[in-house]
């Protein structure tokens, strides 16, 4: 067996078993019940299940894909969310930034995360392969073609794409050096299939329901909506501290694109904070970091410099531990 | 099914909308394969460094049937364009015996004088691969290439061929040059047909070939060497797609082909009548191609593996069969739309629903999505709205397709031709 997939096969089992045995031992530990997300779809799954057509009910709820993976897997859905975020990472890194994988992979808020928010954690894999597509080079248009279509996907998982968007499209304008008509067209092509994946909910709701915001504004069928009734769970963990600094450093440092998109995603959080669970922008920036095109010359020093400046707030903020 | 008739519509309704989603995906991994950077780049300086003494002889074979004077003059400049040694132009006009006025027509243009006229005797089937075999016989080269009358390769093509050639192993017996549209700007047909070529030989045909998977190959601008084509057998005179049926069977003999980095620009059809008519023979000699090499599914399995077999299925059966089926599906989808969900409620329900959505929607935009992409890489920004409303334009394609297998059990060696010449090129 070739070297990168026996480290892929036993990076994503561990992770995968990892989050089976918390999910099954530490729940209260994680406080899994009080995730808002798990609440929705737990509400969301037995309304499902007693419709004639469950199909139907799946198709008109926002977002459908992870409504989908959490009516087929029910509560190993967090699991099956967490073990297809690592494959998906690790197949596109294919053996690069090892140390750097197994630091998020492993590391306790990202593990917090995929348990508790596991639609969220499916959509920043996307959104995260949508941002790393804009790094790729400027004529890689495979990379450019599937991050277009992840950052689409993300629509089909969490709700925070949509408020990505203007910044999704800003990144884009950024990292091309073109014409303004071209650089327009780049970003007719970047969006175009998160409008399409966004609008099949539109499509739906007028079909089933005879109003297309149906499934977006109606709580009981929008996770977005529902998420927005519960109070703001944004708060920089102490443990988020460490995990973010590093990688937002990194970001910060890596071109304009880069920044607007690490600046961009904090806006958001900041102004729609029930969209990010704890931890959430952190991991965010560690799979768009992780899965960006290279290791650029002095980006260890950058990653070590805000690994300690983190550890300092960290310790700043905590004296007594 | 008389018995069952509900329980029938339902299994049927699922089997398509599975066919479809594996022609989905199928092109979705083709597709991608085939958007990464060209593996085989020729450079200026190597062209420029090529000895003209020792360049091999290259034969072109024109097969001509009813074109009208101003085409034929078109084509007489085309020739002479060429970048290759005049001396080592083995240029072959094939015009059909019964076809007197394409022959007067091509005299009056005063072709170069390395241009030989080989009149193709009365005989069964009228078909240009029977032109194309005649030519075969005649060729001198040791290479051979073949245009289409309209047809206005880049200057440097041949030599690009040749270099290629040289650079690649001896399995590649065939390199096919992307194909595109001189007149794509002329009324939306025309626009849509560019979006549709720009994808399929800019993504797909260089998809097939990074796979190694089978490749139905273009009608022109196919370059093949000499002996490994005669080794072949040349072409199917009997099938109206014969270069997607050689493409399979030089598959068999585990011959590669590979995507030459230079393009051929033709007059798309412009007509919708005279467009049907040739859509509905591509793929009528795509479904001749699919029931003559499924004939030993068996053989295919051996020679040509599990992947070949897969795409006879879904890329060559899947093609024709897809928009046959695209254009009653659509004709379902909109009565369950008016009916908002209603009328179709026992067969659109579950999985099914599932997949239809995902087909609906994933997979109609995925070929819209690649189309814009294309021309966006031949930097025709210009054509990409234009992409929305393909889904029309698959319709035709489905029209086209019916009327393609009508023919094919009426009259499935007849060969429609398309008419050309109803472009004046403007310009050099």
């Known amino acids: 067996m070739r070297r990168p997939w026996a480290g892929f096969i036993a990076l994503s089992g561990t992770t995968t078993a990892i989050l089976l045995a918390l999910q099954r031992f530490a729940q209260d530990t994680f406080a899994l019940q009080n995730s808002p997300e798990l609440r929705f779809f737990s509400l969301r799954i037995p309304t499902l299940l007693a419709l004639p057509d469950p199909a139907r009910g799946i198709i008109t709820t926002t977002p459908c894909l992870t409504t989908l993976f959490a009516f087929l897997f029910r509560d190993f859905f967090p699991v099956v969310a967490g073990g297809l975020t690592v494959s998906g990472g690790l197949c596109t890194l294919r053996g690069r930034k090892f140390i750097a994988s197994v630091l998020l992979f492993f590391s306790l808020p990202f593990l917090a995360l995929v348990l508790s928010s596991p639609a969220f954690t499916m959509g920043a894999l996307f959104l995260a392969f949508g941002f790393s597509g804009l790094q790729r080079a400027e004529d890689d248009h495979t990379a450019r073609f599937l991050g277009n279509l992840a950052f689409g996907l993300s629509a089909l998982c969490h709700p925070v794409g949509f408020w990505l968007l203007p910044i999704f499209a800003l990144c884009t304008v950024l990292s091309v050096e073109a014409s303004w008509l071209r650089r ?22 007028w079909v089933y329901g005879g109003y297309p915001l149906l499934p977006f504004l109606d709580p009981a069928l929008s996770l977005g909506a529902f998420l927005a009734l519960e109070k703001p769970s944004f708060a920089l963990q102490p443990s988020e501290v460490l995990l973010a600094a590093p990688f937002l450093g990194v970001l910060l440092s890596g071109g304009l694109s880069q920044a607007v998109f690490a600046l961009g995603m904090l806006g958001v959080a900041f102004l729609r904070p029930y969209l990010f669970p704890p931890s959430g922008v952190s991991v965010l920036f560690g799979l768009a970091l992780l899965l960006s095109k290279k290791d650029r010359p002095g980006e260890w020093l950058v990653f070590l410099a805000f690994f300690l400046l983190g550890l300092g707030l960290f310790l700043a903020r905590f004296p007594s531990g | 099914m008389f018995l069952a008739p509900q329980t029938t519509l339902k299994v049927l309704f699922a089997l398509v909308n599975l066919a479809f989603f594996a022609q989905v995906l199928f092109k979705l991994l083709v597709g991608l ?65 019964d076809d007197p006025e394409t022959l007067r027509a091509c005299k ?240 659109f329900s579950g999985p099914i629903l599932c997949i239809g959505a995902m087909n609906l929607f994933v997979g109609n935009f995925l070929g819209v999505y690649f189309s814009m992409f294309a021309v966006f890489r031949r930097n025709l920004d210009h054509l990409l709205p234009f992409a929305l ?40």
């Open chain 2, 33 to 97: 394969a085939g958007s990464s950077r060209e593996s085989l780049a020729i450079s200026k300086e190597e062209l420029e460094s090529l000895d003209p003494r020792k360049l091999p002889v290259y034969t072109v074979l024109l097969p001509l049937h009813r074109e009208p004077p101003e085409v034929i003059e078109q084509l007489t400049s085309a020739i002479r364009a060429l970048d290759y040694p005049q001396e080592k132009l083995d240029i072959l006009f094939l015009i059909e015996e």
């Open chain 2, 389 to 428: 409303l393909n889904p029309l334009y698959w319709a035709l394609a489905g029209i086209a397709a019916w009327k393609g297998i009508g023919q094919l059990l009426s009259r499935p060696f007849f060969w429609e031709k398309t008419v050309h010449g109803m472009f004046r090129r403007k310009g050099p």
């Open chain 1, 184 to 205: 327009g067209t780049h970003v007719i092509l970047a969006l175009s299939p998160f409008l399409l994946f966004g609008g099949m909910s539109l499509f739906f709701g």
């Open chain 2, 108 to 347: 009056a243009a005063h072709p170069p004088y390395n241009v030989r006229f080989i009149l193709i005797p009365r005989g069964f089937p009228k078909t240009k691969p029977r032109a194309c075999n005649f030519g075969l016989a005649f060729a001198r080269g040791e290479y051979l290439t073949i245009y289409d009358a309209e047809d206005i390769p880049e200057k440097d093509q041949l030599k690009k061929a040749v270099l290629a050639f040289r650079k690649l192993p001896k399995e590649y017996v065939c390199l096919q040059a992307a194909l595109n549209f001189y007149n794509a700007t002329q009324n939306l047909l025309t626009r849509l047909f560019t979006l549709e070529y720009s994808f399929w030989f800019d993504y797909l045909l260089p998809g097939l070939s990074r796979l190694r998977l089978p490749i139905p190959l273009g009608g022109t601008s196919n370059h093949f060497r000499v002996e490994a084509l005669r080794k072949l057998g040349g072409w199917d005179p009997f099938n109206v797609t014969e270069d997607a049926d050689l493409g399979m069977r030089a598959h068999y003999r585990g011959y590669r082909v590979g995507i030459l980095p230079s393009t051929t620009f033709e007059e798309a059809t412009s007509h919708l009548k005279n467009w049907i008519r040739q859509r509905s023979r591509w793929l009528k000699g795509y479904l001749q191609t699919f029931l003559v090499h499924n004939r030993r599914p068996l053989h295919v399995l051996k020679t040509s593996g599990f992947r070949g077999w897969l795409t006879l299925q879904l890329f060559i059966g899947g093609t024709p069969l897809g928009y046959a089926a695209s254009v009653v599906l659509w004709g379902v989808f909109f009565a369950w739309l008016l009916s908002r969900g209603k009328l179709l409620e026992p067969y």
